[in-house]
């Protein structure tokens, strides 16, 4: 009997045997109630074997930041398929109809995902768009170089939801200055301050909040918390600042923690400013992460709806086998005041795949680095140093919250 592919109409309590099979671990309760509440029901897509669920994937609706706009993406989510119906082709079906059924609504050009293994979504489009770094900054290895206005700046401790309205309005002002992050809606506001995220939760504290404030106006927050179990550490689970005297205020205080011997954070930017300002650069042993992966659901609104950083006039061949619509030439016309992307019959500058279009997408990497790789084709000369500079964020992408 066939395998079928559809939407579910099921409850979610129906899915949570498969979700812990298929993670091979499992979930808390608080983990699973926190992505009950996120979750879209509507979104979810299963595979069905004789009436048992064997595979699902879900999506978010999210509005994430690209140069210049916010634009929807689907939040794919929640993929996994029973290690007894693996290679089966059932990822690649249950993949195919969620791309589908985005592109048939035509809302969101954009869909995006974090994954658990680097090697499974590249053939189906998607390309590493963000990375950030894992650090652990050891004690005595805390000490930051001068920065102006840091003493200006007050810490003050409060509970996590005493604020949480002030913190979230300011994450999500920051979110619409930084490419690859998404905005909070309530639910998402609700789900990470929840107490579900440290997997290993005995002697660890609940989440904490500090503000960072400049004459009674908030100007930063962090989130973390601690750890009293061997060396105990600080688990630092967000720190957002609108200039750098408050980024580096927070930061010297996560950094002095008392009873403590090390402070650790798993999604620092790999741009972020603490790189530069410890003293001892090597301390923190940065290990970079891959972030958010990105896919073209409709290839030309998703070109045009960023802005570009100096002015492109390019024919870029895609190719993608995937997803048939979005393979082709595309003339692609803009600056920073914005685009148009259209087909077109023109010869080809540039020729690129899919997944590593969409790679360059958010800034990073650039299209020079693909060219040196054979990764992306130039017909035209300097075609591909043209394209770098134009898709060159100032920013590296960062995605601050995993989904």
């Avoid at 082709?89 to 969101?108: F, K, S, V, Y």
């Avoid at 001068?146 to 996590?160: L, Q, S, T």
Wanted: aromatic residues 8%.
């Amino acid at each position: 009997m066939a395998i079928e592919i559809g939407r579910f109409e099921g409850e979610w309590g129906e899915l949570l045997e498969l979700i812990d099979v298929a993670f091979s671990a499992p979930w808390s309760d608080a983990q699973l109630e926190a992505e009950r509440k996120v979750w879209e029901p509507d979104r979810s897509i299963v595979a069905i074997d004789e009436k048992q669920l064997v595979g699902h994937t879900a999506a978010f609706s999210h509005l994430m930041t690209v140069p210049g706009a916010q634009v929807p993406m689907a939040g794919v989510t929640m993929v996994g398929v029973r290690a007894t119906h693996r290679r089966r082709g059932i990822l690649r079906d249950l993949m195919r109809a969620q791309l589908n059924e985005i592109h048939e609504a035509g809302t969101e050009p954009l869909a995006g995902l974090t994954a658990s293994e680097a090697v499974i979504y590249g053939r189906f489009g998607y390309g590493l768009a963000s990375d950030h770094q894992e650090i652990v900054v050891p004690k005595p290895a805390r000490e930051l170089r001068p920065v102006a206005g840091i003493d200006d700046v007050r810490i003050r401790y409060v509970g996590v939801r005493e604020t949480l309205a002030e913190t979230a309005a300011l994450r999500n002002k920051l979110a619409t200055e930084r490419v690859g992050m998404f905005e909070h809606n309530d639910r998402w506001q609700e789900l990470v301050v929840s107490d579900n995220v440290m997997v290993d939760p005995s002697n660890a504290s609940a989440l904490r909040c500090v503000l960072a404030e400049r004459d009674g106006e908030l100007t930063g927050f962090a989130h973390y918390r601690t750890k009293r179990a061997d060396k105990g550490f600080v688990e630092v689970r967000r720190v957002h600042a609108v200039d750098l005297a408050s980024h580096a205020a927070l930061w010297r205080y996560l950094l002095e923690p008392d009873l403590l011997s090390e402070t650790r954070y798993e999604a620092l930017p790999s741009d972020d400013p603490l790189l530069d300002l410890l003293v001892d650069q090597r301390a923190p042993s940065p290990i970079t992460r891959d972030g958010l992966w990105l896919r073209f659901v409709d290839l030309a609104p998703a070109l045009a709806a960023r802005t570009y950083a100096r002015d492109i006039d390019v024919v870029l061949e895609v190719t993608d086998g995937f997803l048939p619509w979005n393979a082709g030439k595309w003339h692609l016309a803009g600056g920073p005041a914005g685009a148009t992307c259209e087909s077109t019959t023109r010869p080809a500058d540039l020729t690129v795949d899919v997944r590593d279009l969409a790679s360059v997408y958010l800034g990073k990497p650039s299209f020079v680095r693909l060219g040196a790789a054979g990764l992306a084709q130039e017909h035209t000369a300097g075609a591909l140093g043209a394209a770098a500079q134009a898709f060159s964020t100032s920013r590296l992408p960062w995605l601050d919250t995993g989904f």
